[in-house]
């Protein structure tokens, strides 16, 4: 069964806590991305990642962290730095033609 | 920068109503994809239109391409509860081939029985 998984569903952090959401795919894709989505907003991009052990910034990076040691998985941390991480986080992944598949996605809340 | 809009934000409609997003990006994009979320779900890919004025359809949906490739549109005929969900059009960010995409805010869709 292919696709995107993310895990947990539902995250709870206490202010200061740094957190890890996961995000594996196996459907061979080369590119990976993390995406925030806040109520009634669409996506922002926090990171991508075109090709193992290579990553770049999007455009609201400031509070996150990511790794990408396997073409399949791509974590994202959330940092104590981030200053309102309460929302839900989309990963996607593509091959080159831009379509992008989403997994289920995340929702984080700080206490 | 690069700016991709979609108006209107919100629409209610009664079922069996048409329903029409626009999206219109401040640049020329090389493709345009749209996806729907549905409440609570994730992003999924509906389409990708790539030519000048190209119209595709997918049952009651139909999507358009503007002749500047630098707008686009989704139709829903006769809606249904079923089409309850917040639409995004996307296109390519920049000029190269980095598989980025920039979302438009989406629009979403309330439909009433």
Same mark, same amino acid.
């Given at each position: 069964?292919?696709? =995107? ?35 009634? &907003?669409?996506?922002?991009? =926090?990171?991508?990642?075109? =090709? ?60 | ?5 979609? =108006? ?37 890919? +509906?389409? &990708? ?59 979403? +869709?309330?439909?009433?029985?």
């Amino acid at each position: 069964d292919g696709g =995107i998984t993310q895990s947990p569903k539902y995250l709870f952090r206490k202010e200061g806590q740094n957190v890890t959401l996961s995000c594996e795919q196996n459907l061979n894709h080369d590119a990976m991305y993390w995406y925030r989505q806040d109520p009634g &907003q669409g996506l922002r991009l =926090i990171y991508y990642s075109q =090709i193992v052990n290579d990553f770049q910034k999007g455009d609201i990076a400031e509070g996150y962290s990511v790794s990408r040691e396997k073409k399949e998985s791509f974590p994202l941390t959330v940092t104590s730095a981030q200053k309102n991480p309460t929302a839900f986080y989309l990963c996607a992944s593509s091959r080159r033609t831009d379509t992008q598949y989403f997994g289920p996605g995340t929702r984080l809340t700080v206490l | 920068g690069q700016q991709v809009m979609q =108006i209107p934000q919100y629409q209610h409609v009664q079922e069996g109503e048409d329903f029409t997003t626009y999206c219109n990006s401040s640049t020329t994009l090389s493709n345009i994809q749209w996806y729907k979320q549905r409440p609570g779900g994730h992003p999924v890919f +509906l389409i &990708q239109l790539v030519k000048s004025g190209e119209v595709k359809k997918q049952k009651r949906l139909t999507f358009q391409f503007g002749e500047a490739k630098k707008n686009s549109s989704l139709h829903i005929t006769a809606t249904q509860t079923t089409d309850v969900g917040t639409y995004f059009c996307a296109g390519p960010r920049g000029s190269s081939n980095t598989g980025k995409l920039i979302f438009g805010q989406g629009t979403t +869709l309330q439909v009433k029985p």
